[in-house]
């Protein structure tokens, strides 16, 4: 499905938007998986995703038509394997980007890819890399984010959405193809090689960076300060003894007190 709204290059101008699907993760990827080659920039809209997935195994719980779940296709065969984060860099900036003139400055980013307003969570994403040598190959970059839904299940207790900040409904068609021109942009840069311009937008716009706050580590909790996010990903937190110590994903919890 063509929409003229979206005005990118590429990212958009293959819509395909399903009623119902599990994840639009997988649908992309069974799409990938057929013989007919799936163009760059194929985005995969639902209305409603039943088992949508986040990091490490987390669910993610979406009312049917109130919020933004989708996928998009990238080929970013530029990229070696090594700098793979920086496409969590650049999907995670478009969503900053497409939100921050409605929400303002309280908008961050937490590492790696949840998008935050506050404390509480407005959104979060999941890439799946095919590699294929030392080069990736395909990229899904699965993205979810609450727009108008109002009510979150117990379990999703810092959950927040946009009509709850703003009290007002917004278009999910428009706000989707804002984050698709966004992320074409970012994506041009990397591709063009202003990887440093992308990595230091990124860390500009962390949630908690260089702020004292509380953490936890292998049932180990310290105060710390998040510095930096090292090219591979990996997040460099500074103790109050001044020990720098970097971190993956699986490896460290934000304590909010």
Same mark, same amino acid.
């Given at each position: 499905?063509?929409?003229?709204?979206?005005?990118?290059?590429?990212?958009?101008?293959?819509?395909?938007?399903?009623?119902? *699907?599990? &994840?639009?993760?997988?649908?992309?990827?069974?799409?990938?998986? $057929?013989?007919? !080659?799936? !163009?760059?920039?194929?985005?995969?809209?639902?209305?409603?995703?039943?088992?949508?997935?986040?990091?490490? %195994? $987390?669910? =993610?719980?979406?009312?049917?038509?109130?919020?933004?779940?989708? &996928?998009?296709?990238?080929? !970013?065969? @530029?990229?070696?394997?090594?700098? %793979? @984060?920086?496409?969590?860099?650049?999907?995670?900036?478009?969503?900053?980007?497409?939100?921050? !003139?409605?929400?303002?400055? #309280?908008?961050?980013?937490? =590492?790696?890819?949840?998008?935050?307003?506050?404390? #509480?969570?407005?959104?979060?994403?999941?890439?799946?890399?095919?590699?294929?040598?030392?080069?990736?190959?395909? &990229?899904?970059?699965?993205?979810?984010?609450?727009?108008?839904?109002?009510?979150?299940?117990?379990?999703?207790?810092?959950?927040?959405?946009?009509?709850?900040?703003?009290?007002?409904?917004?278009?999910?068609?428009?706000?989707?193809?804002?984050?698709?021109?966004?992320?074409?942009?970012?994506?041009?840069?990397?591709?063009?090689?202003?990887?440093?311009? *992308?990595?230091?937008?990124?860390?500009?716009?962390?949630? =908690?960076?260089?702020?004292?706050?509380?953490?936890?580590?292998?049932? #180990?909790?310290?105060?710390?300060?998040?510095?930096?996010?090292?090219?591979?990903?990996?997040?460099?937190?500074?103790?109050?003894?001044? %020990?720098?110590?970097?971190?993956?994903?699986?490896?460290?919890?934000?304590?909010?007190?």
């Amino acid at each position: 499905m063509q929409n003229n709204i979206f005005s990118g290059l590429f990212v958009g101008q293959n819509l395909v938007t399903i009623k119902q *699907v599990d &994840s639009t993760n997988s649908f992309l990827k069974n799409l990938l998986s $057929n013989s007919k !080659p799936v !163009p760059e920039g194929t985005v995969i809209m639902a209305e409603e995703q039943y088992a949508g997935r986040g990091q490490q %195994q $987390n669910t =993610w719980h979406s009312e049917s038509g109130k919020n933004l779940t989708f &996928s998009i296709l990238l080929k !970013p065969r @530029f990229l070696p394997v090594e700098a %793979q @984060f920086d496409l969590n860099r650049a999907a995670s900036l478009s969503v900053y980007d497409a939100l921050h !003139p409605l929400l303002g400055d #309280r908008l961050k980013i937490k =590492w790696p890819n949840d998008i935050y307003y506050g404390d #509480r969570k407005l959104g979060g994403m999941l890439i799946e890399n095919t590699i294929q040598g030392a080069q990736l190959k395909d &990229s899904v970059i699965g993205i979810g984010l609450n727009i108008n839904q109002e009510n979150f299940p117990a379990g999703a207790s810092n959950a927040t959405s946009v009509k709850q900040i703003l009290q007002k409904d917004y278009d999910l068609t428009l706000l989707l193809s804002e984050i698709c021109k966004k992320l074409e942009v970012y994506y041009l840069k990397l591709k063009a090689g202003q990887i440093d311009l *992308v990595r230091n937008t990124y860390l500009s716009r962390l949630y =908690w960076l260089n702020e004292v706050k509380s953490f936890e580590s292998n049932g #180990r909790v310290f105060n710390g300060i998040v510095k930096n996010v090292l090219p591979n990903g990996l997040l460099l937190i500074e103790d109050t003894n001044g %020990q720098q110590m970097e971190f993956n994903l699986k490896e460290l919890k934000f304590l909010n007190k």
